[in-house]
């Protein structure tokens, strides 16, 4: 759990759960989700399915590609020639493309943001998955799943934002080890790292930037979405429209008052493997942007150290932060 339980103005905080995996039919999944929960399950498509109305709100569970979800596929079928209306036709094909498609594109469960105070509810989803053979981010050398997390924010201004990202940003290579992040991910653009001059930016105990140059900053250097913190739907609640220009495929950014951590392996198929595991490496993101004095420590050993490795994850300061960690 984390320290802070509620808002700043006194409501719950709340978690949203994105988990990615394989191996397993759509329908059995969405199934699995309303015996656990609840609600009223509604099939959009045969790569959408929703369970509506649970006690926190609506899941979704999906094929994880915008060329199915979307339909696009149509338009390449249309141009050699074969037209597919809304008849069984079309739904067979759809069934099929679904199957066809779960070998390699990861299917998705999408939860509704639900209090932390419940959270913990979630693991029995990861044990029924577990027990139907759902497969996980080392099941295949093709399978870069993750595990997003969404943690809401104690308080929606800049100040906020800029001490979870400097805690991030300290905490980057014991997150990184302590997670075992497979390189199939790392590999793959969607959790790049933050570039080494921003990382130098914001690590400088002279940064003190107000929020909109926080956003400026951001975008200067990272206007994707593909990082490990993903902060553009935190700035877009914040700033509007003004946190995705530039930003490709911006229509995909969704205005929440939440981190987006998209670091963690889907693990699922593990058996010692939990979602609380996962939680913990964020909560001490969390737990180092509540201590300023430890911080700025940390931020001084950090750019005066003269041990810099030259690989990409560096295990000396990784085990540095274990040491000031002991606390948490």
């Not at 750019?303 to 002991?326: E, F, I, P």
């Amino acid at each position: 759990m984390p320290e802070i339980l509620d808002t700043a103005d006194g409501r719950p905080r709340r978690l949203g759960v994105e988990l990615e995996f394989a191996g397993l039919p759509l329908a059995e999944i969405s199934s699995l989700v309303h015996a656990l929960y609840g609600g009223r399950l509604e099939r959009e498509s045969a790569f959408i399915h929703h369970i509506r109305d649970t006690e926190w709100g609506d899941f979704q569970v999906e094929i994880d590609t915008a060329l199915l979800k979307e339909r696009s596929y149509l338009r390449y079928l249309s141009a050699i020639g074969i037209e597919l209306d809304a008849s069984e036709t079309r739904d067979r094909v759809e069934d099929t493309l679904a199957r066809l498609a779960g070998t390699v594109v990861p299917h998705e469960i999408v939860t509704p943001p639900i209090p932390f105070r419940d959270v913990h509810r979630l693991e029995a989803l990861r044990e029924r998955l577990q027990q139907a053979h759902a497969r996980g981010t080392r099941a295949s050398v093709l399978y870069a799943f993750g595990l997003h997390l969404n943690p809401e924010v104690i308080r929606l201004d800049g100040d906020a934002i800029l001490r979870h990202l400097r805690a991030f940003l300290l905490l980057w290579d014991w997150l990184v080890t302590r997670g075992e992040i497979d390189w199939s991910r790392r590999m793959t653009p969607y959790i790049n790292e933050f570039p080494p001059d921003y990382r130098h930016l914001v690590l400088d105990e002279a940064y003190q930037p107000d929020s909109e140059s926080l956003l400026r900053d951001y975008l200067r250097y990272n206007a994707t979405r593909n990082r490990a913190l993903d902060l553009l739907p935190v700035f877009r609640q914040l700033h509007g429209d003004q946190a995705v220009h530039g930003v490709p495929d911006a229509a995909l950014v969704k205005p929440r008052p939440a981190f987006h951590y998209r670091l963690p392996n889907c693990r699922i198929d593990e058996p010692d493997w939990t979602l609380a595991d996962e939680l913990k490496g964020w909560l001490a993101v969390e737990w180092l942007a509540n201590r300023d004095a430890l911080m700025q420590t940390m931020i001084h050993s950090w750019r005066t150290r003269t041990d810099v490795a030259v690989s990409s994850v560096d295990q000396v300061w990784a085990d540095r932060c274990r040491h000031w960690l002991n606390g948490f």
